[in-house]
């Protein structure tokens, strides 16, 4: 992990604002504590935060190529770096440094933007080319590391997180309600959109050209799936490919010079890259844990079991409550976005625990859930589409049940529980959007609190168009779970479980989430594999578990799957709950925000804080997360930001200043 | 307070608080209008069988009694009579 930050003249050469750069680095400085770097002229500003991970004396950033041409800053890991070494050697070029960050210059030398089509790995970054007057800046495939931009006052500025843009202080810092409204639709705005008016990311698998004074973005890279599948193909041969893909990922993803760490959840896919670990590489594992004192959401009993059946040095947090509700600010400050569960919050503390014990790097499971269709959505929308062919039918809604075999209800109950919730859309069974529509509708019941002025401020916005806009042409030709999985992949993956569970939350301790399981072939391959081996009958995940069947516990591989939730409004509504939750939700701070309606906000408050220990509908759970979470988003970004810690001019080492305020100290 | 009173107020205190109590009839579908889900209905029995010391059967899980706050009025004089 590190971090990038830097801008790029649009109009003519101006001397370059070094200590704007200082402090758009300062703002970030969280993803990478060990060095600060910068290069400069009158173009062009680029700034590195660098959490040393590979080629520790050598690998200081920006960095450029043999001439001095190419100055790259650069955030992430390409794993085949050593292989694309080789063969650029091969063609004559000449390297100084044992980095990966270099291989990517001379690979952009010698490829242009096709180098991206080789780089296997997690990445954001942005070459400057001296010689053309040109910026390219990059993110990998499915959006592992991130990158933001703006354009204001004649410069393009962009960064790893918001908050270095918002280190100049004349950029305007205002909600984009429309940003919301997809937020509390589909959990995340739809790239180049953020929360932000006027703030921008780059989507995942694209980059973005400057030069002359205009840029555009491109698409390198999507999952594209089969019209048709390869049906001849036995289980067991899908089953050993992915085996192959999965152990030589693992090993790529150890390349590192410090020692490499695994998370370990209790659940199949990472006691599945854990085990791998263990099984093919010489790697001595530590695994790390998040435990909840609220009993319904710990899987402690099985996270100890696959740490003792592998054999490795256990580490544990054990949240509760109150924890929850104290960090939770600050993963809002890191997330840069609302967000409709805590489930960040343990994963942050998480990584405190991790770096605690001076680990920088962690292998995780995430991704197989979206690759290999192990989501609770994925099995609803095949039932919900067999149960659509024949609506009025008795039984073909009884196999809801067996989705929720552990739900403590009976069977009419559950019946009745099921159906009303899954029946929504059922009628919609074209929409490209199908399988989403019970999510959607649950989510966007947060929207019934905003204020009167905002709810007709986005009467004509349709938040289902963000989405669809940007659909390949081939889609409505897909498989349905293939639809589902690709909608899964663009949204919930890409905006919140790789940046505010993943990325943001990783790097707010400098600790570095590697993920086996979104290694581009592993993703390309997992498009080819029949949805039958993805969900068998109604087993998910069928064709991994058959890969991992010998190096995995059948406690684990026939477990019933538990998503990874963490206490939500329960967090903040308790005896001891930290004063910030009253402030934020007062009368007079909703009001200044003026995006909920206060009344309904105190009435919502008042049935969580009745239901402090009851568990409580996702709906009202949501809606209780959407407004605190937008509320401390206002407060720390716009109401009350907290001021830039800028790096010391001592420790920001400027590799490069051809500026003309370089030229005439060097003059005088 | 009177049956129907205290239903609608525990409706429109357990499930519309983002919504205007009087956008709510007596007669209206608490499913179609989006005021109950399937976790409400949960928290809907839990409430009927507390308050009036009823037991809700498996088979009265049905929205001609549950659907709306004339069809709850109904069901639950039918319960205690």
New interface residues.
Partial sequence: MCGIAGYFELGSPTPPDKDLVRRMVGSIRHRGPDEFGAFFDNRCALGHARLSIIDLAGGSQPLSNEDGSLWITYNGEIYNYLELRKELEASHHYFRTRSDTEVIVHAFEEWGAKCLDRFNGQFAFAIYDSRDGSLFLARDRLGIRPLFYTQHGGRFYFGSEIKALFAEPSILRQIDLKGLDETFTWWTTAPPRTAFMGINELPAASYLKIQNGKYNTKSYWDLEYPETYNRQRSAASWAEELHELLVDSVRLRLRADVPVGAYLSGGLDSSATTSLIRHFTDTRVETFSIAFHDKAYDESKYQQQMSDYLGTRHHQIKCSYRDIAEVFPAVIRHAERPILRTAPAPLYLLSKLVRDHEFKVVLTGEGSDEMLGGYDIFKETLIRRFWARNPDSAWRPLLLKRLYPTLPLSAARARFYLETFYKAGLEQIDEFHFSHIPRINTTSKVKDYFTKDVQAELTDYDPLKAFKRDLPNQFYSWHHLARAQYLEAKSLLAGYILSSQGDRMGSAHAVEGRFPFLDHRIAEFATTVPPLYKIHGLNEKFVLKKAMARELPPEITKRVKQPYMAPDSNSFVQEDSPQYVSEMLSEESLVKTGLFNPLFVQKLRDKCSRLSHAHLSFKDNMSFLGVLSTQLLVDQFINNPPEVNIIDRKKFKVWHDQSIEAAEQHRG | MDTRTELREFIV??FM???DPNELSDSGSL?DL?I????????L?GFLEEKYSIKVE??D?VPENLDSIDNLTKYIQGKKS
């Fill in positions: 205190d357990n608080m983002g919504t499913l989006g109950i889900d399937s976790t409400g209905v949960l928290e029995v498996d088979s899980l």
